[in-house]
């Protein structure tokens, strides 16, 4: 690494940290908080708080609704400053919708409801917004959540979860934007594949291309029973709006940024970095025997790069759990896989680093960001007689990666930019 002796892993870890400092949502907001002063904020999703507070300090004293999960509300600080004054915060459910998630969307209708025409609302959306907003229509909150959670099991991606969801909300699907005779821009932080503004946070505020027919068509895909829901979709019903004549929205990060970041400070470093790809998707056993196959690529025949490298990769895995699931999410389930899959080959993890690790800092059932893999880490394992194919059958790479002091751990971070994979091949 250009004759460095920094230690490769915490040279990951620099680059991630790095990486979720370059994309703050103060960052990305600031060239766009310019213009006429809007009569209402709405923030909604794991960036929320931040990004009101940007808002704010360009916006001092609009009227705001802070829509934020448990656990990460603004602190004591924050709340008592002049510029957080008449700021409603409401602490809602993730990823399954809760009784604060139904508050909020109650909230959120009424409130931009009551604007009148010629006002303004700036609406300001991050990943997670789907269940911290919500209005059930045509089921039950009970209804609901038991579907949110077959869906999160099944392997459905966020694209057809959010199929699913709009179709039973009164404000997503763009009609809280529906709802309101006021002029609605809305500023979105991505943590969607290809950043499509209707599927983030479910689209609240845009018109949505997606019918009732299509939400039947995921339920059908997974063989989900789903009674309630089905019947509401054939129960003609108005389907959500596919034209907003007075909201604008647009995409100010999303996980590009952070891969550049990432790169930018990897360069710094003396590493040679190659960005595999913003769009991956798919199980995240598959997306690590891919890139197990790039590893040995590298090492093998110095393709598509010569060592020493650095490959990055961005995008959202998914995982299929079973009814006897342990603990775990998608980054640490990629980081045991591509463990397992490197384990059999002649080169194993010698010379290999591997960060992976979701923005939001928090990985599925975990209390981690993801993980940290070292050349070492599979003769640890033997050494404290860990099955990493057992733990892989079971879902259950938290213990596993935990018992070897592999785990990343950030806390909720304040963004929500999609995940990202950092293999560095000394």
Same mark, same amino acid.
């Given at each position: 690494?250009?004759?460095?002796? &920094?230690?490769?892993?915490?040279?990951?870890?620099?680059?991630?940290?790095?990486?979720?400092?370059?994309?703050?949502?103060?960052? !990305?907001?600031?060239?766009?908080?310019?213009?006429?002063?809007?009569?209402?904020?709405?923030?909604?999703?794991?960036?929320?708080?931040?990004?009101?507070?940007?808002?704010?300090?360009?916006?001092?004293?609009?009227?705001?609704?802070?829509?934020?999960?448990?656990?990460?509300?603004?602190?004591?600080?924050?709340?008592?400053?002049?510029?957080?004054?008449?700021?409603?915060?409401?602490?809602?459910?993730?990823?399954?919708?809760?009784?604060?998630?139904?508050?909020?969307?109650?909230?959120?209708?009424?409130?931009?409801?009551?604007?009148?025409?010629?006002?303004?609302?700036?609406?300001?959306?991050?990943?997670?917004?789907?269940?911290?907003?919500?209005?059930?229509?045509?089921?039950?909150?009970?209804?609901?959540?038991? !579907?949110?959670?077959?869906?999160?099991?099944?392997?459905?991606?966020?694209?057809?979860?959010?199929?699913?969801?709009?179709?039973?909300?009164?404000?997503?699907?763009?009609?809280?934007?529906?709802?309101?005779?006021?002029?609605?821009?809305?500023?979105?932080?991505?943590?969607?594949?290809?950043?499509?503004?209707?599927?983030?946070?479910?689209?609240?505020?845009?018109?949505?291309?997606?019918?009732?027919?299509?939400?039947?068509?995921?339920?059908?895909?997974?063989?989900?029973?789903?009674?309630?829901?089905?019947?509401?979709?054939?129960?003609?019903?108005?389907?959500?709006?596919?034209?907003?004549?007075?909201?604008?929205?647009?995409?100010?990060?999303?996980?590009?940024?952070?891969?550049?970041?990432?790169?930018?400070?990897?360069?710094?470093?003396?590493?040679?970095?190659?960005?595999?790809?913003?769009?991956?998707?798919?199980?995240?056993?598959?997306?690590?025997?891919?890139?197990?196959?790039?590893?040995?690529?590298?090492?093998?025949?110095?393709?598509?790069?010569?060592?020493?490298?650095?490959?990055?990769?961005?995008?959202?895995?998914?995982?299929?759990?079973?009814?006897?699931?342990?603990?775990?999410?998608?980054?640490?389930?990629? &980081?045991?896989?591509?463990?397992?899959?490197?384990?059999?080959?002649?080169?194993?993890?010698?010379?290999?680093?591997?960060?992976?690790?979701?923005?939001?800092?928090?990985?599925?059932?975990?209390?981690?960001?993801?993980?940290?893999?070292?050349?070492?880490?599979?003769?640890?394992?033997?050494?404290?007689?860990?099955?990493?194919?057992?733990?892989?059958?079971?879902?259950?790479?938290?213990?596993?990666?935990?018992?070897?002091?592999?785990?990343?751990?950030?806390?909720?971070?304040?963004?929500?930019?999609?995940?990202?994979?950092?293999?560095?091949?000394?």
């Amino acid at each position: 690494m250009g004759g460095r002796t &920094a230690d490769p892993a915490e040279v990951l870890r620099g680059a991630f940290l790095s990486a979720l400092d370059a994309v703050s949502p103060a960052r !990305l907001l600031a060239p766009h908080l310019g213009g006429p002063r809007p009569d209402f904020i709405l923030a909604v999703g794991k960036a929320s708080v931040p990004m009101a507070r940007a808002a704010l300090e360009a916006h001092a004293g609009v009227p705001t609704l802070v829509v934020t999960p448990h656990g990460t509300a603004p602190a004591s600080q924050d709340s008592a400053s002049e510029a957080w004054s008449g700021v409603e915060v409401i602490a809602a459910g993730h990823p399954v919708p809760d009784g604060g998630s139904v508050r909020a969307g109650r909230a959120a209708l009424e409130r931009l409801g009551s604007l009148r025409a010629g006002q303004r609302a700036l609406v300001l959306l991050s990943g997670g917004g789907s269940a911290l907003l919500c209005a059930p229509r045509g089921v039950t909150l009970a209804q609901k959540q038991a !579907l949110t959670g077959e869906l999160l099991r099944c392997g459905a991606d966020i694209t057809q979860i959010n199929t699913v969801r709009k179709h039973l909300s009164a404000v997503k699907g763009g009609r809280l934007a529906q709802a309101t005779r006021a002029g609605v821009r809305t500023l979105v932080l991505s943590d969607v594949v290809g950043d499509p503004l209707d599927m983030i946070a479910s689209g609240p505020t845009v018109p949505d291309p997606t019918t009732f027919a299509d939400a039947l068509a995921v339920l059908d895909r997974y063989g989900l029973a789903a009674p309630e829901a089905r019947a509401f979709f054939l129960s003609g019903a108005p389907d959500t709006p596919d034209t907003l004549p007075d909201s604008a929205a647009t995409v100010i990060g999303g996980n590009r940024h952070l891969l550049d970041a990432a790169r930018a400070y990897l360069t710094a470093q003396g590493v040679p970095t190659l960005i595999l790809g913003d769009t991956f998707t798919g199980e995240a056993r598959a997306l690590a025997a891919f890139h197990a196959s790039v590893i040995r690529s590298v090492q093998e025949h110095g393709t598509p790069a010569p060592r020493p490298v650095a490959l990055l990769s961005g995008g959202e895995a998914t995982v299929t759990l079973g009814p006897d699931a342990g603990r775990g999410g998608r980054n640490l389930e990629f &980081a045991l896989a591509l463990l397992t899959e490197l384990a059999g080959t002649p080169a194993g993890l010698r010379g290999v680093h591997v960060l992976s690790a979701g923005s939001d800092g928090v990985d599925g059932s975990s209390d981690a960001a993801g993980a940290v893999l070292h050349p070492d880490s599979l003769d640890r394992a033997r050494a404290l007689g860990l099955d990493p194919r057992g733990s892989l059958r079971r879902h259950d790479a938290h213990p596993f990666l935990d018992a070897l002091g592999d785990l990343l751990r950030t806390g909720p971070t304040g963004h929500n930019v999609g995940d990202v994979r950092a293999v560095l091949i000394e």
